[in-house]
């Protein structure tokens, strides 16, 4: 069973910083694709970025393209979201998604297994 586990959520200033990570489990972990998402009251889900587990290809939205990095580390069954220059805009509940596939899927329909979520709050 696949099964998909959100920490590293928080308060914090803008202008800081925050690691979020996804622990994966019950599942080859090459075989798939991870994706970040997040989702503020009253707003829809928003896929912020993804990675392929077998292939390493990365994909970012617009909005945090250079403050956020995803990264993986296959021996802890790990994805990481490095985020940086955090701004209030940022405050959401995040996600971590799989999706069978080793490479960054198609559409975020794509995306099958979910966690429960982490928060991240910015203050301003």
């Known amino acids: 069973e696949v099964h998909l586990v959100e920490s590293g959520g928080a308060l914090v200033q803008a202008g800081g910083s925050l690691r979020l990570s996804c622990a994966a489990s019950?599942?080859?972990?090459?075989?798939?694709?991870i994706g970040w998402f997040r989702q503020a009251p009253g707003k829809e889900r928003e896929e912020v970025s993804c990675?392929?587990?077998?292939?390493?290809?990365?994909e970012s939205a617009d909005s945090v393209k250079g403050r956020f990095t995803i990264s993986s580390d296959a021996a802890k069954n790990t994805v990481y979201l490095q985020m940086n220059s955090l701004k209030p805009e940022d405050t959401a509940v995040y996600y971590c998604a799989a999706a069978v596939g080793g490479w960054v899927p198609r559409t975020s329909r794509d995306y099958k297994f979910w966690g429960q979520g982490t928060q991240v709050t910015v203050s301003s």
């Open positions: 990675i392929g587990l077998l292939d390493g290809s990365t």
């Open positions: 019950g599942f080859t972990f090459d075989d798939y694709a």
